[in-house]
């Protein structure tokens, strides 16, 4: 069965500097992989997917993923954040035959420090 | 175009009662999991609906069961409820491939006391 490991549970960063949020996952099929944002009160968005071709995937609000397969991971990297990106992010992933369910690991927690 | 949208948006419920969540899928959605976030957690999956039967199950205990509409609208119903039940709800519609990605509702937050 397949999981999911965010590395960290907080991220603090300044604002206008750079991010990595971490994601590993186990699985012994391939994968398909998530990256949702949280607000606070609100339901999660999708930020981006890779399902597959290009390992380096580009998302909404200037977010970024690298799928790697020999470390199994899919860190989630900004350039530059602002004070509007402070939410939880969740990594996500399905795999298995076409019915399988989307696992999501723990959140990170993004803070943006003035 | 709407989204997913879920009612209500809070509950207060009292320990050994019984309620209902409801779902209606963004438009064109044919499948609808439900996922349980307790505070400060991940979203832990419930249950996936697909043609009006249950396609998937998660680790939950039979007191969590739902059902899927004709019109692809659903409900997730939770008996006897437990302290520990407290948490944000979440409805996510999908078209049902491992590819698709959920689109998730605001949530229903129930406070069990």
């Known amino acids: 069965a397949q999981s999911v490991t965010q590395l960290d549970s907080q991220v603090p960063v300044f604002e206008e500097a750079p991010v990595e949020l971490r994601c590993n996952y186990s699985?012994?099929?391939?994968?398909?992989l998530f990256w949702y944002v949280q607000y606070p009160n609100q339901g999660l968005q999708l930020l981006l997917k890779?399902?597959?071709?290009?390992?380096l995937v580009k998302g909404i609000n200037g977010f970024e993923a690298e799928f790697n397969k020999s470390q199994t991971s899919f860190h989630l990297r900004k350039p530059s954040v602002h004070i509007s990106d402070t939410a939880e992010y969740f990594c996500?992933?399905?795999?298995?035959?076409?019915?399988?369910?989307?696992?999501f690991g723990k959140g990170t927690r993004l803070h943006i420090l003035p | 175009d709407a989204g997913v949208t879920q009612s209500p948006t809070h509950l207060i419920k009292t320990r050994g009662q019984q309620v209902t969540l409801r779902c209606s899928p963004k438009?064109?959605?044919?499948?609808v999991s439900w996922y349980q976030q307790a505070l400060g957690q991940g979203p832990q999956f419930i249950f996936q609906?697909?043609?009006?039967?249950?396609?998937q199950r998660g680790n939950f205990p039979d007191r969590f069961s739902g059902h899927q509409f004709p019109n692809y609208s659903s409900e997730l119903n939770v008996n006897a409820l437990l302290l520990g039940d407290s948490a944000l709800y979440l409805c996510?519609?999908?078209?049902?491939?491992?590819?698709?990605?959920?689109?998730f509702g605001n949530g229903t937050r129930l406070t069990v006391t």
């Open positions: 609906y697909y043609e009006e039967e249950e396609r």
């Open positions: 996500a992933v399905s795999e298995g035959n076409r019915d399988d369910k989307i696992i």
């Open positions: 890779y399902l597959s071709g290009s390992t």
């Open positions: 438009s064109g959605h044919d499948t």
């Open positions: 699985s012994s099929v391939s994968v398909y």
């Open positions: 996510a519609s999908s078209l049902g491939r491992r590819d698709s990605p959920l689109h």
